[in-house]
C-alpha cells in the first residue's frame, strides 16, 4: 500500500500528542513532527514529500511552499485562523485548507471574556501594585459591567459564546455581523445593526471576533474610534490587524478610549518600541485565547481526525475553500458528482466558443439536495479540455471560471417533473447556447435532452451528434460512410422538432471516426452540424 506523507510543522507550537499518536497509528501514514520551520525555506525543504500539513499559527504555508509540495493534498489549521495559509493559491493548487472553528471556541470566548473583566476592574494593575508592597484602593476603582452597552463585531461561535456571557452579566448586547440573519439575532437576544458606525458609536466595550481579511484590516481605525462615546473599551481576541494599533495608542493617550485589552497584535510578538506598550489603561496577554489544555487537545485531536479522513477517504469537513462532504453525503451525491462531469465535458464539445456563461439547473429530487460540489463537478469537466485535465479540480474550478470571465451560477427547482432527478447544463454567449441534460433510469446515468430534443442515450464511448434537414436517406447516408470506415454503430436515438424542420440524431459508436470521417459526413447535403464528442 502505497504511504501518505504527514508533516506536523511548527515554530515551537505543536499539536496535541494525542493528535500525533492518532496518526501515527495508521499504517499508511508515515509522519514527520518538525517544530523548528520559522523560515519559508526550512518549511519549503520539510514539505517536498508531503500529502498533508498541519500546522498551528508559527509556520506558514505559502506559495513558496505549495508550489515545492508537488504530493500535497490538504493543510490541516488546528485552529481558526487561516491567515498564515495562502489559501487563494492553495486553491489554485488544488489543494483543500481545512481548519477546526469548534475546538477553541469555549476557550477563546472565556479568555476574551476575562480580558473584558479584568480590563473594566483594572486587575493586572492593582495585581502589580500589591506585588509592589502598595495599597493604592482609590487609584483602582473599576467600571461594572452591569447595564452596560457591548458591541460584538461577529457574531460566529466564539461572538455568540462572548454575548451569551455578557448578557449573564446584564449587558445589553448589539452586533454587527453581514451575515447574520434577522432572524438568528432575535433568537439570541440581540439587537442588530446594519452597519459597523451604528454598531460601535454608543458602545461602552467593543469586543472583535472577525477573521481578517482585506475588508476587516483595520476596521476600528482612528476615524471610527473617534465615532464613539468617550472611554470606551476594546478587547480583541481575535485577530492581529482588526485594530489599527498605533491609531489605538493615540487615543488611549488623549483618553478617547478609555482601555485596551489585546491578546493578539499586528506583529507577534510586538517589538520593545510597539506604541501599545507603552500606553495607559491596556492588559495585554501573548495570543492565549485558545491555550487552555483542553481546546489545544481538542483541536489537535479533531484535526488529525479531519487529515486522516481526507487522505483515506476523500471526505472534507471543516474546510475554507471548498464544500464539506461528509462519507454520507459523498455516498448520496456520488453518482450524480461523477455524471455531472461527464455533462460537462460533453457540453465542452458542442458549446459556442468563447462563452460568458455556464448554467446548471436542477429539478425533481435533486432539487432538494445541496449540489454544490455536483455542480463544481459539471464545471470541472466543461473546463477540463480547455485548460487541461491536469490543471483544474473541483476546488479551483470556481476560480478557474472566474480568471476566464465565465459566469457560473446554478438553480434547484424541487417540484417533480418528467424525470424524477434531471441535471440540465446551458453554455453559451447571449443567445447562442447549448444545453445538455441528464438523468438516472433504474441507477443508470442516461442523457435525455440535447439542445431542448428529447433523445436517449448512455454516456459512453463516443458519442455523435448530427443535425440536418429532416428529410428521408439522411440515416442511410450515415450509416454508409460509418459503415464504408468500419465505425460501427451501438446505439441510435432519433428527434426532430416538426416534420420536415430540423432533425437531430445522437450514435453510440464503437470507435472514434477519424478526422476525415467528419469531414465526409458533413459534405452530406443537409446537413448542419457534427459533432464527435469523447467522454474521455
Same mark, same amino acid.
Given at each position: 500500500m502505497a504511504k501518505f506523507n504527514i508533516l506536523i510543522a511548527g515554530n515551537n507550537d505543536p499539536i496535541s500528542s494525542i493528535g500525533i499518536d492518532l496518526l501515527k497509528a495508521e499504517p499508511s501514514f508515515d509522519v514527520t513532527v518538525n517544530m523548528n520551520l520559522k523560515a519559508e525555506d526550512a518549511m519549503v525543504e520539510a514539505s517536498r514529500e508531503a500529502h498533508a500539513i498541519i500546522v498551528r499559527s508559527g509556520a506558514k504555508v505559502t506559495a513558496k511552499v505549495l508550489d515545492a509540495a508537488k504530493n500535497l493534498k490538504v493543510v490541516g489549521r488546528a485552529g481558526v485562523g487561516v491567515d498564515n495559509i495562502d489559501i487563494p493559491y492553495a486553491s489554485k493548487r488544488g489543494v483543500v485548507v481545512m481548519n477546526t472553528p469548534g475546538g477553541n471556541t469555549v476557550s477563546t470566548a472565556e479568555h476574551a471574556f476575562g480580558l473584558m473583566m479584568s480590563l473594566s476592574r483594572k486587575v493586572p494593575q492593582a495585581h502589580a501594585s500589591v506585588i509592589g508592597g502598595k495599597w493604592e484602593r482609590k487609584n483602582f476603582q473599576g467600571a461594572e459591567l452591569n447595564k452596560k452597552t457591548l458591541a460584538v463585531l461577529g457574531m460566529g461561535r466564539i461572538g455568540t459564546e462572548f454575548a451569551k456571557r455578557?448578557?449573564?452579566?446584564?449587558?445589553?448586547? *448589539?452586533?454587527?455581523?453581514?451575515?447574520?440573519?434577522?432572524?438568528?439575532?432575535e433568537m439570541l437576544k440581540v439587537e442588530l445593526r446594519d452597519n459597523l458606525d451604528d454598531a460601535v458609536k454608543d458602545a461602552d466595550f467593543i469586543t472583535m471576533h472577525m477573521p481578517l481579511t482585506p475588508e476587516t484590516k483595520h476596521m476600528l481605525n482612528e476615524t471610527r474610534l473617534r465615532l464613539c462615546k468617550k472611554g470606551v473599551r476594546v478587547i480583541n481576541c481575535a485577530r492581529g490587524g482588526l485594530v489599527d494599533d498605533n491609531a489605538l495608542a493615540k487615543l488611549l493617550e488623549e483618553g478617547h478610549v478609555g482601555g485596551a485589552a489585546l491578546d493578539v497584535y499586528e506583529v507577534e510578538p510586538p517589538p520593545a518600541d510597539y506604541a501599545?506598550?507603552?500606553?495607559?489603561?491596556?492588559?495585554?496577554?501573548?495570543?492565549?485565547?485558545?491555550?487552555? !489544555? !483542553?481546546?489545544? !487537545?481538542? *483541536?489537535?485531536? !479533531?484535526?488529525?481526525?479531519?487529515?486522516?479522513?481526507?487522505l483515506l477517504h476523500g471526505t472534507v469537513v471543516n474546510a475554507v475553500n471548498m464544500p464539506n462532504v461528509d462519507p454520507k453525503t459523498l455516498a448520496e451525491i456520488g453518482p450524480f458528482l461523477r455524471f455531472g462531469e461527464i455533462l460537462g465535458r460533453l457540453i465542452s464539445q458542442i458549446a459556442p466558443q468563447r462563452a460568458e456563461f455556464l448554467r446548471v439547473n436542477y429539478s425533481g429530487n435533486l432539487g432538494k439536495m445541496d449540489t454544490t460540489l455536483v455542480s463544481r463537478g459539471v464545471l470541472k469537466g466543461y473546463l477540463e479540455r480547455p485548460i487541461g485535465a491536469d490543471q483544474v479540480n473541483l476546488i479551483n474550478a470556481v476560480g478557474t471560471a472566474e480568471n476566464l470571465g465565465l459566469r457560473f451560477t446554478e438553480s434547484r427547482v424541487p417540484e417533480p417533473t418528467e424525470f424524477s432527478d434531471l441535471i440540465e447544463v446551458e453554455v453559451g454567449s447571449g443567445e447562442n447556447k447549448a444545453v445538455i441534460s441528464g438523468s438516472f433510469f433504474g441507477g443508470d446515468p442516461r442523457i435525455v435532452k440535447i439542445n431542448g430534443r428529447r433523445v436517449e442515450a448512455t454516456p459512453e464511448g463516443t458519442l455523435l451528434l448530427l443535425e440536418n434537414d429532416d428529410r428521408p436517406g439522411m440515416i442511410g447516408a450515415y450509416g454508409t460512410i460509418l459503415g464504408k470506415h468500419q465505425?460501427?454503430?451501438?446505439?441510435?436515438?432519433?428527434?426532430?422538432n416538426v416534420e420536415g424542420g430540423t432533425a437531430l440524431t445522437l450514435l453510440t459508436l464503437d470507435s472514434t471516426p477519424p478526422q476525415a470521417v467528419i469531414q465526409e459526413l458533413e459534405k452530406i447535403p443537409g446537413v448542419k452540424r457534427v459533432y464527435c464528442m469523447e467522454l474521455e
Open positions: 455578557a448578557q449573564a452579566f446584564g449587558m445589553t448586547v *448589539v452586533a454587527y455581523d453581514p451575515y447574520l440573519s434577522a432572524n438568528r439575532a501599545l506598550l507603552k500606553a495607559p489603561n491596556v492588559v495585554f496577554t501573548p495570543h492565549l485565547g485558545a491555550s487552555t !489544555e !483542553e481546546a489545544q !487537545e481538542s *483541536v489537535g485531536i !479533531e484535526i488529525a481526525e479531519q487529515v486522516k479522513e481526507n465505425v460501427n454503430i451501438a446505439n441510435m436515438s432519433l428527434s426532430r
